[in-house]
């Protein structure tokens, strides 16, 4: 004889929506269908900030390398005595400015921004003189940037000069994440490219 289902005996119908119950619960642990995403969400913050540290230090590891090789090119012309015809104006200043722009053009994609830029050409009679002329005009001093010291001193045969160039380099990624970087200000470092050398006897 045929049953309907209100003929079933409430003991039954009770041990069947117990039994899929513990089904369904069972199920539900074993699935692991968001679970990536949810330990993503864990390791997503210190993962970013990792990953934006690196690239602010290797760009700026990156625009320092590209200074220092821009300022050894564009120093040749002190050590054969071609500046002599190429730095002609009648101020240290103006030879400064030029000598700036011709670093400025060596730097790939603009990665160097010229108007941040300071350089400074001196002369010396001795190496010593030098480094203790340079020690006493850093630049860099005090979490500041100081370069109204900075001119242009046309070298002559034999002379020891120092060539420095300071960026005043912006870290602009991440600033939080870069802060022990930044030495002239809060999320600005001053990148220094210098070189020393004796003028040929030309």
Do not use: H
Not at 7 to 30: K, Y
Not at 38 to 44: D, G, I, Q
Not at 78 to 100: C, E, P, W
Not at 104 to 120: H, R
């Amino acid at each position: 004889m045929f049953k309907r289902p209100q003929d079933t005996p409430l003991l039954d119908r009770g041990s069947r929506r117990s039994g899929a119950g513990r089904l369904l619960f069972r199920r539900f642990r074993r699935s692991q269908d968001g679970a990536a995403a949810v330990e993503f969400a864990f390791v997503a913050v210190p993962f970013f900030a990792l990953l934006f540290a690196i690239f602010e230090t290797a760009l700026m590891f990156w625009t320092n390398q590209v200074l220092e090789e821009s300022v050894s090119q564009v120093s040749r012309s002190l050590v054969t005595g071609q500046s002599r015809s190429i730095y002609t104006a009648s101020t240290g200043a103006a030879n400064a400015a030029k000598f700036r722009d011709n670093i400025c053009a060596l730097a790939p994609m603009g990665l160097i921004d010229c108007s941040k830029l300071a350089v400074d050409v001196r002369v010396y009679s001795s190496f010593a003189d030098a480094s203790a002329g340079t020690s006493a005009s850093n630049p860099i001093s005090g979490g500041a940037l100081n370069t109204s010291s900075f001119s242009y001193t046309q070298p002559q045969k034999s002379d020891i000069v120092v060539v420095r160039a300071v960026l005043d380099y912006k870290l602009f990624l991440t600033s939080w994440a870069s802060a022990s970087l930044a030495n002239i200000g809060t999320g600005r470092r001053g990148i220094v490219a210098s070189a020393a050398f004796r003028a040929e006897p030309f």
